[in-house]
């Protein structure tokens, strides 16, 4: 099973600030890589997959990166809407898939 | 627009058996690949289980293997999970999702439902 580790646990930051958030697998998952976004009470919501490749809708501010083990989800100016949780997940096309432990991203 | 609306949670005692459903509209739910994904209070996601859009190609965790089973009703547009031998460490909002991919699976969930709560204690 691929582990992955994202960091930091908690980021704080301010509105208009730029935000960067790692994941890293424990093997290589090449591009299969996605990324969430989940606010209180809500359902996660896919903002990223293959790594970079942006799900519908999503805002130009997110943009994903990375490849092997080490993968970035860049905010590049946060909106006061972006403070939420984050999580990685493996996209490899056999299960299981697997989710990192998140990001707390935070007001600062 | 995409709706999954999950039903059958509640509280029950270790042991016992829970069946979810899950109905689903606004999108071909015949073609798609659909998941459910759990989520422990404070804890992140958990992937469960896939059923590709025919029914076929079933996995699950093996944290849920030989205790869950996963099925569709492709002409009443509803994913099912029937959950047995249920344990405290089930205890989790377990989610329904459909899958980016059309006919084959991908992985990554790009529609989700609003959860129902399964609560397993004595």
């Known amino acids: ?108 | 627009q995409v709706q999954l609306v999950e039903s059958g949670g509640g509280v029950v005692q270790p042991g016992t058996s829970l069946r979810l459903s899950c109905a689903a509209s606004g999108f071909y739910f015949s073609t798609s690949a659909m998941h459910w994904v759990r989520q422990a209070p404070g804890k992140g996601p958990e992937w469960v289980a896939v059923i590709r859009y025919d029914g076929s190609n079933i996995f699950y965790a093996d944290s849920v293997k030989g205790r869950f089973t996963i099925s569709r009703d492709n002409p009443k547009n509803t994913l099912y999970l029937q959950m047995s031998s249920l344990r405290p460490e089930d205890t989790a909002v377990y989610y329904c999702a459909k899958d980016l991919y059309f006919y084959d699976y991908s992985g990554y969930s790009v529609d989700w439902g609003q959860g129902t709560l399964v609560t397993v204690t004595s």
């Open chain 1, 1 to 108: 099973e691929i582990v992955l580790t994202q960091s930091p646990a908690i980021m704080s930051l301010s509105p208009g600030e730029r935000a960067t958030l790692s994941c890293r697998a424990s093997q290589s998952v090449g591009t299969s890589l996605g990324w969430y976004q989940q606010k209180p009470g809500k359902a996660p919501r896919l903002l990223v997959f293959d790594a970079s490749k942006g799900a519908a809708d999503l805002p130009g501010r997110f943009s994903g990166s990375g490849s092997g083990t080490d993968f970035t989800l860049t905010i590049s100016s946060l909106e006061p809407e972006d403070f939420a949780v984050y999580y990685c997940q493996q996209g490899t096309n056999r299960p299981p898939w697997t989710f990192g432990q998140g990001t707390r991203l935070e007001i600062k």
